[in-house]
């Protein structure tokens, strides 16, 4: 059984900085594309970034130049790198798979930017 364990969050003034860490076990990680998704309150989870298991990124428009996602293939982890953070970047922040076979969703880790 596949277990995701996000960690990292905290709450940040806008403009600074954050480092999620995404580690998962139980499952042969390296060969799949990995996401972070994020959900706010009242809204639906949407889709972040996500990276391939050669390393290829893609990103939300609204992310695009502020975060980057990376992996270690070794160690099981995703990282997202959060910069010039914004209120409305807001949420709950989960790792997961992309496309089909999803995981059980984890706990997710909070990121609140507030001054």
């Known amino acids: 059984q596949v277990q995701l364990v996000e960690s990292g969050g905290d709450l940040v003034q806008p403009g600074g900085s954050l480092r999620l860490s995404c580690a998962a076990s139980?499952?042969?990680?390296?060969?799949?594309?990995m996401g972070w998704y994020r959900q706010a309150p009242g809204n639906q989870r949407e889709l972040v970034a996500r990276?391939?298991?050669?390393?290829?990124?893609n990103y939300a428009d609204s992310v695009k130049g502020r975060f980057t996602i990376s992996r270690d293939n070794v160690k099981k982890i995703v990282y997202l790198q959060m910069n010039s953070l914004k209120p409305e970047d807001t949420a709950v922040y989960y790792c997961?798979?992309?496309?089909?076979?999803?995981?059980?969703w984890g706990q997710g880790t909070q990121v609140t930017v507030s001054s």
């Open positions: 997961n798979r992309f496309g089909s076979g999803v995981y059980p």
């Open positions: 139980g499952s042969i990680f390296s060969v799949f594309t």
């Open positions: 990276i391939s298991s050669g390393g290829l990124a």
